[in-house]
């Protein structure tokens, strides 16, 4: 787990930090990003570098999700209650990372189940129910960089995911090329869909200054009533979202060594 030494705890710390497009902050007190990374999978920042980055892009709340593996765990309880006191929530998952499907698991504590490399159906559905019966959300990650970028084949089809009990499709993801950042599709079904699966936005941050798209285009929307995982869970789990799209790329703006 390498640090870089090209980013420092301080590299936010002099900045504005964005506002989304369009919030409204009577309406919503909570700004989301499910899905990111840090140095304990492929991200190149430390949990306490990848929360600032967080707070200068807009956000108030984010899941960190590590590709296949929970040791952030620890780091995160370190720094939970200290931005806690700023109303800024942190909460842990898991990237489920297959060469099939890609899905994030909100709300677990552990992941002690092998993850296979090219999953059939039923092993795809067994992770969804083991998320589900220890209270989590279940969220498929970036259909159109699985397709288009990563060329996965045999991808599950929307109406598949639907029907295995998926939560959520993610509908903006910022480290996919520009033209796979919003899914339509994927956000026209869930519209047909509505009340049955949800919609999100994730940065999939790796690099502050490095995703694909060039910057963040999208925040997920939330109004709770405490500031606790507790009731972003209770939310989630009844699709109370809403998401912000910018077109134009919103650039980080740390400053970095």
Known sequence: MPRSSAYSDDDWKNITPHVP???DKKAYNLIYDHHSHTY???GVLTIKQNVEWHIAMGFNALTITDH???RHLEKINEVKEE???KDILITSGIEWTTTRIHLN???V???DTRIPY???DEKIIDAINKVHDQGGIVVCNHIPWSVKEAKYKNHPTRETLLEWGIDYIEIVNDDSQPENVFDQESYDFCVEHKGEIGMLTGTDMHKPDGLLSGGVHGWTLLD???FTEEALLKELREKQTKILYSKKPYLDPGIHK
Do not use: A, R, T, V
């Open 224 to 226: 709770l009533k405490k």
């Open 68 to 70: 296949n593996n929970m």
């Open 83 to 85: 931005y806690l006191e």
């Open 40 to 42: 304990f999978s492929d």
């Open 21 to 23: 497009p369009g919030y």
């Open 118 to 120: 090219k999953p059939k």
């Open 105 to 107: 698991f909100l709300g």
């Open 109 to 111: 504590s552990k992941w």
